[in-house]
């Protein structure tokens, strides 16, 4: 796949990699990276690929969407299953048409899974026991998402602290996988890396801790000022589709079903983003290659890039 992005008298392109948690500034990085090497981007945020769903998973605004060309942004809808080896698939074809006409390309997303698989690809995914799935699926709905929580904290921890616990999906998905063959699919995520026809530079966004869970709380905020509340409730009818089992929508779901106030659902979708923030960059932390930098460093980012450039 990709052969054409090379040939053998040229340098190999450069995809550059930005990761980071949640609400550090990823997307005005990204743009400004677009405008200065005149490329385009690839969203690797597994929330953003979803039409209906805007507010709740700050996708950058009509403004920012005009300065660079973005890719997997609203490019499907929440009844439609787009996993992460459909990703990896649709995004190494993108990224052979980006780099057609240009040196280097952008991808940035805080969904390790996602990431991962453009970058390193993955394993191919053992065959489950449906009847599994289908157990685990009846145990969520009668028991709910706490018990499938705890089983598989327990049979594959790695993997729960990972990816976002409070997807039921990527929850039974981890345990289907142990509970029919025996092993921990974090074991399988990244086991062999695939090689790839680019040169990849990594760049990871973090800041001090109290900086980045204020700077959470406020986009909670401007979250709900922005309507979010309203964009739930236009999403009441499709509530059971994974897409949807995300925070910041599922505490205003319980909310509109009475199970707390919305001062408190507030609140949990701070403190759950908090927790997801922490999550990621727990995930992130573990690759070597990343290189870190504070989110006001953007000409240090840039300097940084063209050498990794010029060295390759």
Known sequence: MMASVKSSSEKKKTMISIVGPTAI??????????????????????????????????????????????????????????????????????????????DQSIMVGGSGLYVNALINGLDEMPDVDLSIREKLNKQLEDEGLAVIQNQLAELDPEYFERVDQQNPQRMIRGLEVFLSTGQKLSSMLSATKKDRPFNIIKIGLNTDRAVLYNRINSRVDQMMADGLLDEVKSLLPFRKYNALNTVGYSELFDYLDGKHSLEDAIAAIKQNTRRFAKRQLTWFRRDEEINWFEPDQSTEIIDFIERKITEK
């Not at 690797?44 to 942004?73: N, V, Y």
């Not at 439609?80 to 190494?92: K, N, Q, R, V």
Request: charged letters at 25%; aromatic letters at 8%; a negative charge.
């Open 25 to 102: 500034g990823k997307t005005a990085l990204a743009i400004q990276l677009a405008q200065h090497f005149g490329t385009e981007i690839i969203s690797a945020d597994s929330r953003q690929f979803f039409k209906e769903m805007a507010i709740g998973t700050a996708k950058p605004s009509t403004a920012e969407l005009a300065t660079a060309k973005h890719h997997f942004i609203d490019s499907h809808t929440i009844t439609e299953l787009f996993s992460t080896g459909d990703f990896e698939i649709e995004g190494l074809k993108k990224l052979e048409e980006v780099f057609q006409n240009h």
